[in-house]
């Protein structure tokens, strides 16, 4: 709902996600979602429902992708197409593998062969787009709200892959899912996000989807590297990574994001390092059995050192790529069912 209401006898899925109608109950295991979305645009507004439902559902793509057991039938004649205008390897790839396991025909849009080099704009590529009836639209784009605006161009089902330093929400999901597989719950723990939070996207829907849960979330950087009024998002703000490592459950380490700084914001990587970086001896500060997350991809040697980011056992970061693929199954089969009931 434009105003930001909710949709009349349905649960409230916030304005974002875009409730076509309201549509008759939806299980994913035993919850009930009432009214799934539309789009998947970002995760603040979403309810603490909600997001245990996703993550339930992409917890039993979890076990069919470990059973090596795909299913094709879910997707079959949809058309998913990954609109990327920015670099990425993990999140392409994770939406590219999720839409094949679920039996979508994916095409791979990137913008270095794209017409939007020859001038063209968002708005005609998503023209362009909705001429070939496209099912479901995967969108990464250096401006933050492009996918939102596509969202109301396209009949597709829209999911933001990262839209400038706004949200990333299927990381979040996937960070939550990681964290919740290994610590039972998200609600109680600590989470430590470190380094450059100022542009990352990830830091955003994360502190949207953790607070929500009911985790207590830190940010921890620079004040050149935090946003200004942060704490309006209910988390708490370190400057030093001792105190903002004590008694942390979770570590999570962010790129510092050079391409998105205007001018140095931090005086060098190794100064960046010695004070932020994360390495044993600042690990160390943490709780004993503290566990340590990086979206990916890694700067080694700048926000973390290779020997914490590869240690087999409190080093997530494998696992995260793994619980990518689940959480965006998870995410297509959510809104392709939406899709079908609005045909
Ligand atoms: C992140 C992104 O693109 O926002 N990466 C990712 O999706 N795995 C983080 C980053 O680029 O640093």
Same mark, same amino acid.
């Given at each position: 709902?434009?105003?930001?209401?909710?949709?009349?006898?349905?649960?409230?899925?916030?304005?974002?996600?875009?409730?076509?109608?309201?549509?008759?109950?939806?299980?994913?295991?035993?919850?009930?979602?009432?009214?799934?979305?539309?789009h998947?645009?970002?995760?603040?507004?979403?309810?603490?429902?909600?997001?245990?439902?996703?993550?339930?559902?992409?917890?039993?793509?979890?076990?069919?992708?470990?059973?090596?057991?795909?299913?094709?039938?879910?997707?079959?004649?949809?058309?998913?197409?990954?609109?990327?205008?920015?670099d990425?390897?993990?999140?392409?790839?994770?939406?590219?593998l999720?839409g094949?396991?679920?039996?979508?025909?994916?095409?791979?849009?990137?913008?270095?062969?794209?017409?939007?080099?020859?001038?063209?704009?968002l708005?005609?590529?998503a023209?362009?787009?909705?001429?070939?009836?496209?099912?479901?639209?995967?969108?990464?784009?250096?401006?933050?709200?492009?996918?939102?605006?596509?969202?109301?161009k396209?009949?597709?089902?829209?999911?933001?892959?990262?839209?400038?330093?706004?949200?990333?929400?299927?990381?979040?999901?996937?960070?939550?899912?990681?964290?919740?597989?290994?610590?039972?719950?998200?609600?109680?723990?600590?989470?430590?996000?470190?380094?450059?939070?100022?542009h990352?996207?990830?830091? %955003? $829907?994360? #502190?949207?989807?953790?607070?929500? *849960? !009911?985790?207590r &979330? =830190?940010?921890v950087?620079?004040?050149? +590297?935090?946003?200004?009024?942060?704490?309006?998002?209910?988390?708490?703000?370190?400057?030093?990574?001792?105190?903002?490592?004590?008694?942390?459950?979770?570590?999570?380490?962010?790129?510092?994001?050079?391409?998105?700084?205007?001018?140095?914001?931090?005086?060098?990587?190794?100064?960046?390092?010695?004070?932020?970086?994360?390495?044993?001896?600042?690990?160390?500060?943490?709780?004993?059995?503290a566990?340590?997350?990086?979206?990916?991809p890694?700067?080694?040697?700048?926000?973390?050192?290779?020997?914490v980011?590869?240690?087999?056992? %409190? $080093?997530? #970061?494998?696992?995260q790529?793994? *619980? !990518?693929?689940? &959480? =965006?199954?998870?995410?297509?089969?959510? +809104?392709?069912?939406?899709?079908?009931?609005?045909d």
């Amino acid at each position: 709902m434009a105003d930001g209401s909710i949709a009349r006898g349905s649960a409230p899925w916030p304005c974002f996600l875009v409730p076509a109608n309201v549509c008759p109950p939806y299980t994913v295991g035993t919850r009930i979602l009432n009214n799934p979305p539309r789009h998947l645009l970002q995760i603040e507004g979403l309810l603490p429902p909600q997001i245990g439902a996703m993550l339930d559902l992409a917890e039993s793509y979890v076990l069919l992708n470990r059973s090596g057991k795909t299913q094709r039938d879910l997707l079959r004649g949809r058309t998913l197409i990954n609109l990327f205008f920015e670099d990425s390897t993990r999140t392409r790839t994770s939406f590219e593998l999720a839409g094949k396991r679920l039996g979508a025909d994916v095409i791979n849009m990137s913008v270095s062969t794209s017409s939007v080099n020859k001038g063209e704009t968002l708005l005609d590529t998503a023209a362009t787009l909705n001429a070939m009836h496209c099912d479901l639209l995967v969108v990464r784009h250096d401006q933050s709200g492009a996918p939102a605006l596509l969202a109301q161009k396209v009949d597709a089902a829209v999911i933001n892959a990262g839209d400038g330093t706004h949200e990333h929400p299927t990381q979040a999901l996937l960070d939550a899912l990681t964290i919740r597989r290994r610590r039972g719950a998200l609600a109680g723990l600590v989470v430590a996000i470190c380094g450059d939070v100022l542009h990352s996207r990830v830091a %955003r $829907s994360n #502190i949207h989807l953790l607070t929500t *849960m !009911g985790s207590r &979330v =830190r940010v921890v950087g620079p004040p050149t +590297l935090i946003p200004p009024a942060v704490e309006r998002l209910g988390v708490t703000v370190f400057h030093d990574m001792k105190a903002g490592l004590e008694g942390a459950d979770i570590v999570m380490a962010l790129r510092l994001q050079k391409e998105r700084m205007a001018r140095g914001l931090v005086p060098s990587a190794r100064e960046f390092f010695r004070f932020y970086g994360l390495d044993a001896a600042k690990l160390a500060w943490a709780k004993p059995d503290a566990l340590v997350m990086h979206p990916g991809p890694m700067n080694r040697g700048v926000e973390i050192d290779s020997a914490v980011a590869d240690d087999p056992v %409190r $080093s997530l #970061i494998r696992e995260q790529v793994e *619980m !990518g693929v689940a &959480v =965006r199954m998870a995410v297509l089969d959510l +809104l392709a069912r939406q899709a079908r009931r609005n045909d």
